[in-house]
């Protein structure tokens, strides 16, 4: 009798940003993601990313219909606006997003930001409005 652990893909639940393919995002500049947890790794609920952006660059005006969206802050500082709010954030900073809530987020300083991004449900490229 077959079980689920039988059809277990170990690289589907174990991942490293190393292994984790990198893309551009849509809608940013200077911006390289790699998916750690996605539809593609069998999640249906979440995904999660770590996104690298270079100084002055970054997400245009946007929003997600129906997904909300928390980051991380790892390394870096960031400038993020929502709902007519402005901050800078740096290492073991947070955002959230919530879903429709039009916002940009920009790295700021000398030095890359490196992040992590959560959406719940998953993102991929198609949920993205410009504002």
Same mark, same amino acid.
């Given at each position: 009798? &077959?079980?689920?652990? $039988?059809?277990? $893909?170990?690289?589907?639940? @174990?991942?490293?940003?190393?292994?984790?393919?990198?893309?551009?995002? /849509? =809608?940013? &500049?200077?911006?390289?993601?790699?998916?750690?947890? &996605?539809?593609? %790794?069998?999640?249906? #609920? *979440?995904?999660? !990313? *770590? =996104? /690298?952006?270079?100084?002055?660059? =970054?997400?245009?005006?946007? +929003?997600?219909?129906?997904? $909300? #969206? @928390?980051?991380?802050? !790892?390394?870096? /500082?960031? /400038?993020?606006? *929502?709902?007519? +709010?402005?901050?800078?954030?740096?290492?073991?900073? &947070?955002?959230? @997003?919530?879903? $429709?809530?039009?916002?940009? @987020? %920009?790295?700021? =300083?000398?030095?890359?930001?490196?992040? !992590? *991004?959560?959406?719940?449900?998953?993102?991929?490229?198609?949920?993205?409005?410009?504002?």
């Amino acid at each position: 009798m &077959s079980t689920a652990k $039988d059809a277990i $893909d170990p690289n589907m639940y @174990f991942m490293t940003e190393a292994k984790a393919a990198p893309y551009a995002p /849509r =809608g940013h &500049s200077g911006t390289v993601n790699r998916r750690i947890v &996605s539809p593609e %790794t069998g999640a249906t #609920q *979440i995904e999660v !990313l *770590i =996104g /690298r952006i270079e100084p002055g660059e =970054g997400a245009s005006p946007h +929003l997600h219909p129906g997904i $909300d #969206q @928390f980051c991380w802050m !790892l390394e870096g /500082r960031a /400038r993020v606006e *929502i709902g007519g +709010l402005t901050r800078e954030i740096g290492p073991e900073e &947070s955002c959230f @997003f919530p879903a $429709d809530m039009p916002h940009t @987020f %920009t790295a700021i =300083g000398e030095t890359p930001v490196k992040v !992590l *991004i959560c959406y719940g449900p998953p993102y991929g490229e198609g949920a993205r409005v410009e504002c």
